[in-house]
């Protein structure tokens, strides 16, 4: 049994910014990000992202994570780049320590690029690896090599990067289980310090989508895809890695703070708050969600014309957090934090919920410790649906 003592994030952390880089080379056929093929937008992107970051500034609020995502930030030189984290410190308090990781695909950066990002400020990377295996990337519309994913991961390693995440995709029509156990074994065996392993969903509106639609494939069958998760976990906790939500393991370490695990994205399951920028970029500080025009034109025009461009805003009443609260809650192995909650809402989780919860206890599906409520593996498969028994 691991006794290592967890970093448990809280809402009292610092904050997080994700900058949202619209651009794409061709888009992926089961993507629904937010992204464009025109890259001459870029430089007038680029002028916009730091006006809307000098209007936005939020001297409540300290930092500590920096995230550069996308589309793929990784078609930017490293001059735009050194901009965006210039400006972060300049507009915001950023701490010492703050995480800065950014997105690379495949086939877009070269070793003097990824020595430019890491010179600029970068310390994380993440790389959208989504296969080894050359029929699965071009299923998913993919442009590179599983050759071009090795070669940018070893470069990044030259390069001196110490914290290089992977993702992965399972679930692919016609991946067998040995072909999923080669990309896990080509993975580790490449020494990442923390994967990121996506079951396929097909979303609404995109080309796999529609095809799925018309019926020129057929999906995975669910009982394989479930199989694949469990055989994900066991293979990679083996390899050392912590399952520490439900798609993500951190590469363990003797640090009692974890550092492998994703700063940026635990403050998203966290409710701590964090700012969005760039075109559909979502921002969050409890109770309020708003977020940008998902339009690389609209959002120039508006930071052009000296406004936030804002496209809406909600404020979550107590039941739409309490909700949020459960389901990201059980998307992470330490699980719902019993007395957490009850500060939050003033409520007794265990009071509130104890029929749902004595039925799940009953069916397997999570487990129960004094400040605890977590997803059982077999519970893990479920979570969309336990999660909607707490409504
Ligand atoms: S998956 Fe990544 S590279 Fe592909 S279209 Fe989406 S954002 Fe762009």
Same mark, same amino acid.
């Not at 695909?105 to 003097?112: K, M, V």
């Not at 949020?324 to 007395?339: H, K, S, T, V």
């Given at each position: 049994m691991n006794k290592m003592k967890t970093y448990i994030p809280t809402q009292e952390d610092p904050a997080g910014i994700y900058v949202?880089? @619209?651009?794409c080379i061709k888009k992926c056929s089961y993507c629904d990000f937010f992204s464009i093929t025109d890259l001459s937008y870029t430089d007038n992107f680029i002028r916009a992202l730091i006006q809307e970051m000098s209007m936005i500034r939020k001297d409540s609020l300290q930092f500590d994570t920096l995230y550069i995502g996308g589309g793929t930030p990784s078609l930017l030189d490293v001059r735009p780049v050194n901009q965006i984290i210039g400006a972060a410190h300049q507009f915001f308090e950023m701490l010492p320590d703050t995480e800065i990781t950014m997105e690379i +695909? @495949?086939?877009?950066?070269?070793?003097?690029?990824?020595?430019?990002y890491q010179d600029a400020g970068v310390n994380r990377i993440n790389v959208g690896v989504q296969s080894f295996q050359l029929e699965n990337l071009k299923f998913l519309g993919r442009l590179h090599s599983s050759k071009d994913a090795e070669r940018v991961i070893k470069h990044a390693q030259q390069a001196g990067f110490m914290n290089i995440g992977l993702d992965l995709i399972y679930g692919i029509p016609g991946q067998t289980p040995k072909a999923w156990l080669n990309d896990l074994k080509t993975a580790t065996d490449l020494g990442p310090d923390h994967l990121a392993c996506y079951m396929l969903t097909y979303e609404a509106g995109t080309p796999l989508a529609r095809n799925l639609q018309t019926g020129r494939f057929r999906p995975m069958p669910e009982g394989l895809s479930a199989d694949l998760f %469990?055989?994900?976990?066991?293979?990679? +906790?083996?390899?050392?890695? &912590?399952?520490? %939500?439900?798609? +993500?393991?951190?590469?363990?370490?003797? +640090? %009692?703070? %974890? @550092?492998?695990?994703?700063?940026?994205?635990?403050?998203?399951?966290?409710? &701590? @708050?964090?700012?969005?920028?760039g075109p559909s970029a979502h921002s969050f500080i409890e109770p309020i969600r708003w977020w940008n025009y998902r339009s690389v034109k609209n959002y120039i025009q508006e930071l052009e014309a000296g406004r936030l461009p804002l496209e809406d805003r909600e404020v979550l009443t107590s039941e739409q957090r309490m909700?949020? /609260?459960?389901?990201?809650?059980?998307?992470?192995?330490?699980?719902?934090?019993?007395?957490g909650f009850h500060r939050r809402f003033g409520v007794h989780f265990t009071d509130i919920f104890e029929k749902t919860i004595a039925d799940l206890k009953k069916r397997?599906?999570?487990?129960?410790?004094?400040?605890?409520?977590?997803?059982?593996?077999?519970?893990?498969?479920?979570?969309?649906?336990? /999660?909607?028994?707490? &409504?």
């Open positions: 949202h880089i @619209p651009f +695909n @495949p086939g877009t950066a070269n070793l003097d690029r990824l020595k430019g %469990e055989t994900t976990i066991s293979f990679l +906790n083996d390899a050392g890695y &912590v399952h520490y %939500e439900i798609s +993500n393991f951190a590469r363990s370490t003797s +640090n %009692e703070f %974890e @550092p492998k695990r994703s700063r940026h994205n635990q403050k998203y399951w966290s409710f &701590v @708050p964090y700012l969005g920028l909700l949020e /609260a459960i389901y990201l809650g059980l998307r992470q192995a330490d699980g719902i934090n019993i007395n397997r599906f999570i487990t129960m410790t004094r400040n605890r409520c977590a997803l059982t593996r077999k519970g893990m498969l479920f979570l969309d649906s336990i /999660a909607s028994m707490f &409504v």
